[in-house]
């Protein structure tokens, strides 16, 4: 049995105040014992102060991007073994904003999952369609390529020490989302694939879904044999709804 995840990605949103209202009320909310994974992704420069919040609980931090390379002069950027230090366990990586706004091709998100994997730190590798391409039929296509990336250049054993995100680009942050059908068909798509390298793998790695991700719908696609649990943008802001989500997880 695979243990449910539920991922926060915080994205560009937060203050010290926020942040610390946002931590204290997912800790007074969750049981001391939960049967699934949780992990909150701010910003860069709230990491060290959330990983200081968060401290000996249930929650694991992570990032939201990661440079690919180890260190040097990369201004702007933070290395795996950086992350690591302020108390990252994961990092979020080909996220679709990442790919759309900053131009990062599938060869480059290969080459940032290896990073972080040579610092212990676990990657939720993100893939996903644009509605163009969904409406073209290419969504295997398009998952199958940005997975290939991955797997050609890390093996497919990296996977035992990674999570895999289906995002569909149409709904994030649109308020849509795919039905639970539509999911799960991405999912065992992913997995059949895996599983074609490995089965044992296949059968192991966790499957996050992170489209619009939200309370009203959590319940139904966890539900779902091949979806492990979520990433979850707009609504991880929001502890009652986070909770929610988690809780929907804890069913599963």
């Keep these: 049995m695979r243990r449910p995840l539920i991922a926060g990605n915080w994205k560009m949103h937060g203050s010290r105040a926020e942040n610390a209202e ?38 694991g931090l992570g990032a939201q991007s990661v440079c690919a390379e180890q260190v040097g002069a990369f201004t702007g950027e933070s290395s795996a073994a950086m992350l690591k230090d302020v108390g990252c366990k994961y990092v979020i990586v080909g996220h679709s904003e990442r790919r759309a706004i900053y131009k990062e091709d599938d060869a480059l998100v290969a080459r940032k999952f290896l990073a972080t994997q040579s610092q212990g730190l676990i990657p939720i590798l993100c893939v996903g369609e644009t509605l163009e391409e969904r409406e073209r039929s290419q969504t295997m296509q398009v998952v199958s390529r940005q997975l290939t990336a991955v797997l050609d250049l890390a093996g497919v054993t990296a996977l035992r020490a990674a999570v895999i995100a289906y995002e569909p680009v149409w709904a994030i942050g649109t308020g849509k989302n795919a039905t639970p059908e539509q999911a799960q068909e991405v999912h065992a798509y992913i997995r059949a694939a895996i599983a074609a390298r490995d089965a044992k793998i296949a059968a192991d790695v966790r499957i996050l879904y992170g489209g619009s991700v939200k309370a009203a719908n959590a319940r139904e696609l966890f539900a779902m044999p091949d979806v492990d649990g979520g990433l979850v943008g707009g609504a991880s802001l929001k502890a009652d709804e986070f909770l929610k989500i988690c809780a929907a997880a804890q069913s599963h």
């Excluded at 997912?26 to 919040?53: H, M, N, S, T």
Aim: net charge negative; aromatic share 10%.
């Design 22 to 59: 946002l931590i204290e009320a997912l800790l007074l909310g969750l049981p001391d014992q939960i049967p699934f994974d949780i992990v909150v992704c701010p910003p860069f420069v709230y990491l060290w102060e959330v990983a200081r919040l968060l401290k000996a609980s249930s929650i």
